[in-house]
């Protein structure tokens, strides 16, 4: 009889690693076709550059600490009179 296997934990066990994240926006075929059916050849050529920046950016090191920073750091309103006091 084999010996009876014990459930994954966070600490032992498996666990499954997240995939690396690539640029959404050379990866969604499907959303580059929307935008050329939608848009003008020529506005599309001046504004995809700029899509594929911010994408990459969007999936960056620098978003993910942000996120992190942003549990850390919650937001407030701060209220202020007519005299700005």
Known sequence: MSPQSRPATAESGFTLS??????PFTCDI?????????LPQD???TIEPD???FAEEAVSGRFWDW????E?????AKS???WGQ
């Open 18 to 23: 997240a995939p690396p994240l690539e640029n």
């Open 80 to 82: 202020y009179n007519v």
């Open 51 to 53: 899509l594929t920046k």
């Open 72 to 76: 850390t750091w919650l937001p407030y």
């Open 43 to 45: 506005i599309l050529q």
């Open 30 to 38: 499907s959303f580059k076709r929307v935008l050329a059916w939608y």
């Open 67 to 70: 996120d992190a920073n942003a």
